[in-house]
């Protein structure tokens, strides 16, 4: 095994990147790093048995070289005999329509792409080429620009993306090591004009900080900065763990007056704490990214020297209200309202005449499984046994509930519904409107949370004998 693909391995295994089995779906750009990518996990997909699908994005900035590149990385991937999925966005369109800066509206449509192909491929991971020196300059840009614990912590190894989780096997490996397994593989790897483009601000980072940091003050500083990024991931996970429990002392939910937030229990935690605090109850009830730096501290200072009464806006959908006892997070507008729950025959329909969607419910034989790639974003195949058990209720399609938990297929455990969508970023009121079905005989049994993810429990095995097949959709005039 070539030693890049060995530590490659290392790193999986040490972060749990990967499961024997798993669909990857690779974005591979033409660059150094995602070829390197594409050829490691090619040369591991026999361990792992994985299903891997190359998936390519023409970001709409190169005109005549980016047909070349997605020509290049098409060859490549039918030598390798995988298959390929090809897309293009209009970048500058999407920065204009968002108020985007380049950078940003790339990589927005680069993971909306990647989610979008895993979803339709029923893939559990998508894999990109970011290295240490990615990670490095990651952590500069966030210095440069302000930032705290988490922003030191750089990329992660694993996060959730769509349906998928978003894996980077290559932060422990240099850029130096991808090109050099590109070059005893005997590839020539496609040169990207715009990465010399000083317009960008990690290309002027890369460029000139970086060289000027290694010559004249630390040789080791990009191993240094990344480094850094596992020390600072390690202990914002400990504050987060720590924020967590005290969330748990303090804080008191309720999905329609939002979160409240005793004011003796908040003031009494460290800053540190205190922001973590105010910031996670914003991801409960906001939408979004989450508030600027300054808005905390506004809203914290609210919380100690305000009058009651006072109001700070906080920005992502809600505001921090300062009460006598509290300061309670409230969204900027009400909730969409919540539809009754429905029965849903096996086999049969459901028509959600309030939110304009349908679901049908029938059992199949396993032979009509289409297998991962083949199942629509809005449809779901359950071991059938499984799914029903020994109830004849059939099923109901019910709005969510406080406390709605779940093991998302792919997931390593259980975990809050609510948790769930809020790192798919499902807004606060598209929550709302999500039907959840369960069995009608045990409510709380959830089976699909429809159009996004069906439980680990109902997954079709081999063992399947009877399938059950859910689809939702929108019925037609």
């Known amino acids: ?23 990857v779906v690779i974005g591979v750009s033409g660059g150094p790093d995602s070829l390197a990518l594409l050829l490691a996990l090619k040369e591991l997909s026999a361990d792992y048995r994985l299903q891997l699908t190359v998936a390519h994005l023409d970001h709409g900035l190169r005109g005549t070289a980016a047909e070349a590149d997605a020509a290049f990385v098409g060859q490549l991937s039918t030598r390798l005999g995988l298959p390929i999925v090809l897309g293009k966005a209009d970048v500058p369109a999407l920065a204009e329509a968002r108020g985007l800066g380049p950078e940003e509206a790339a990589r927005e449509a680069r993971y909306a ?10 893939a559990r991971k998508v894999a990109v080429g970011h290295t240490q020196n990615d990670q490095a300059e990651t952590v500069l840009i966030r210095l440069i620009r302000g930032t705290g614990t988490d922003g030191l912590a750089g990329m992660a190894a694993a996060r959730p993306l769509g349906t998928a989780i978003l894996i980077r096997p290559l932060l422990e490996v240099t850029r130096e090591e991808t090109e050099g397994y ?45 480094d850094l990024a596992r020390r600072m991931g390690d202990e914002s996970r400990l504050l987060q ?66 009058r009651t009464g006072g109001v700070v806006q906080l920005g992502a959908g809600c505001r921090a209200v300062r009460e ?30 309030d939110l304009g969607l349908a679901i049908t419910a029938e059992v199949r034989p396993p032979v009509a499984f289409p297998g991962g790639a083949g199942v629509g974003p809005g449809e779901a195949y359950l071991d059938a046994d499984a799914a029903l058990g020994r109830s004849s209720g059939g099923l109901l399609v019910r709005p969510r509930r406080a406390g709605d938990a779940f093991h998302p297929q792919g997931a390593p455990g259980r975990r809050k519904l609510k948790d769930f969508l809020i790192d798919r970023k499902v ?30 429990a109902f997954t079709v095995t081999s063992k399947t004998r009877r399938l059950l097949h859910l689809k939702l959709f929108r019925p037609g005039p």
């Open 324 to 353: 006598s006892d509290s300061l309670t997070i409230l969204p900027s507008a009400g909730p969409r309202s919540a539809f009754e729950p429905l029965s849903l025959p096996v086999p049969g329909r459901a028509d959600l005449v």
């Open 1 to 23: 095994m070539d030693p890049f693909v060995a530590k490659v391995r290392a790193a999986t295994e040490e972060y749990g990147l990967l499961a024997p089995g798993d669909g």
């Open 241 to 306: 763990s720590i924020a967590g429990e005290a969330f748990r002392r303090v804080a008191a939910e309720d999905e329609l007056a939002g979160v409240r937030l005793d004011l003796k229990g908040l003031l009494a935690e460290p800053p540190a704490i205190g922001r973590r605090l105010v910031r996670h109850a914003v991801r409960l009830v906001g939408e979004g990214s989450g508030p600027a730096a300054e808005r905390v501290e506004a809203a914290l200072d609210l919380a100690l020297r305000g």
């Open 113 to 122: 792409f990647l989610a979008q192909v895993a979803e339709d491929r029923h």
């Open 182 to 226: 590109c070059r005893r593989l005997g590839l020539v790897p496609r040169e990207d004009a715009t990465n010399h483009d000083s317009a960008y601000v990690r290309n002027r980072v890369r460029s000139r900080l970086l060289p000027i940091l290694i010559g004249e003050f630390n040789p080791s500083v990009v191993a240094g900065l990344a």
């Open 427 to 456: 807004s606060r009121r598209e929550r709302e409107a999500i039907p959840i079905v369960v069995r009608a005989d045990d409510p709380q049994v959830i089976l699909w949370v429809a159009g996004h993810r069906l439980d680990e």
